[in-house]
């Protein structure tokens, strides 16, 4: 007779051998196997069932929306690049108060609070781990300043782990540093933000954050492509006012000139604004240069020059 240990171990090593066995579909040798809602296991090509009770590891739980998932899940928080530990760490509450809502008494107050300030200073062990956690929390604060998503954050903290594994921090501001990976996860993304943008919401210069820049995209091999002027246009349009036939003859316009060889050399947001002043003419919608220069953070010298260059690419006077 065989004990309960012995019989487990067989059937965990069947489990094992069932799975090795299931690697591929008999029938079409397909490699393409699903698994279906009610446990079965199922070629995606051809439709035939391999497994009828295969184990399904997901919760016992079910959830039709955000917020019951929010609720019946048992689990943390997802891991994050945009903090130091990853979100690892434990936190000690500020409210004062035991699992029952009940205020605590002075001497655990007290001692509560000497908790709280040795548990902040261990979360980071060394000088590295203090410059990450400052850089991160620059990141996060000129993101939401920018209002760009939580890819783009999460983007940014990748490029400066990077940046920082590699050396390049040293000698550099660690502002600089963290702004040049905002900015370049900005491009990175599709998140059209001109280098203008990004130092108002900085604590360094604008000279400063393109030269660091250039070198962490250069040592770190980003191989980001230069901006389309078209991804400016709808946030452009959106903050002047203007209707959708005005953005789509913009883009009419971007492509022509283009295409003939106008855009190399010249700055997108510059480019992209003395477009929408062209279409806003041409479709008797006109703005003022004064205002899309404002709204472009470009000069109005820029916008003219630019324009009169679009025209006659296309052959308008």
């Known amino acids: 007779m065989e004990g309960p240990t012995r019989q487990r171990e067989r059937s965990l090593e069947t489990e094992e051998q069932s799975e090795e066995e299931t690697t591929g579909c008999p029938e079409c040798e397909s490699e393409n196997l699903v698994q279906s809602g009610e446990g079965e296991l ?4 051809c439709g035939l069932i391999l497994e009828e009770e295969h184990i399904d590891r997901g919760p016992e739980w079910r959830a039709f929306n955000h917020t019951e998932r929010q609720n019946k899940s ?11 530990d990853k979100g690892l760490t434990t936190q000690i509450d500020w409210k004062d108060k035991d699992a029952y809502g009940r ?22 062990k ?20 920018l209002g760009v998503p939580r890819s783009v954050r999460e983007v940014a903290s990748v490029i400066y782990r990077r940046a920082l594994k590699e050396d390049l921090i040293r000698g550099r501001s660690i502002e600089g540093v963290a702004t ?51 991804q ?26 283009a295409e003939k060889g106008m855009l190399s050399g010249k700055s997108p947001t510059g480019y992209a604004a003395a477009a929408i002043y062209a279409a806003s003419l041409l479709c008797n919608e006109k703005k003022t240069q004064r205002e899309v220069a404002d709204v ?22």
């Not at 048992?74 to 130091?84: D, F, I, L, S, Y």
């Open 232 to 257: 400016y246009v709808p946030r452009f349009c959106s903050e002047l006012g203007l209707s959708e036939e005005v953005e789509q003859k913009t883009r009419e316009i971007i492509k022509v000139t």
């Open 126 to 145: 060394d000088a590295g781990e203090r410059n990450l956690q400052f850089a991160l929390s620059e990141i996060d604060r000129m993101a939401s300043a």
């Open 42 to 45: 199922v070629c995606d090509e």
């Open 296 to 317: 472009a953070q470009v000069t109005e010298v820029t916008i003219r020059n630019r324009y009169q260059e679009q025209i006659e690419a296309l052959g308008i006077h």
């Open 103 to 124: 205020s605590i008494s002075s001497e655990k107050r007290s001692q509560m609070h000497r908790l709280r300030k040795w548990q902040e200073r261990i979360r980071t």
């Open 74 to 84: 048992r689990v943390g928080a997802p891991t994050t690049q945009t903090m130091h």
């Open 180 to 230: 040049s990976a905002l900015y370049a996860a900005c491009r990175q993304e599709g998140i059209p933000r001109s280098l203008d943008e990004v130092a108002e919401v900085a604590r360094v210069e604008q000279k400063e954050i393109g030269r660091t820049y250039r070198y962490i995209a250069q040592e770190l091999s980003l191989g980001l492509e230069p901006v389309d002027p078209v």
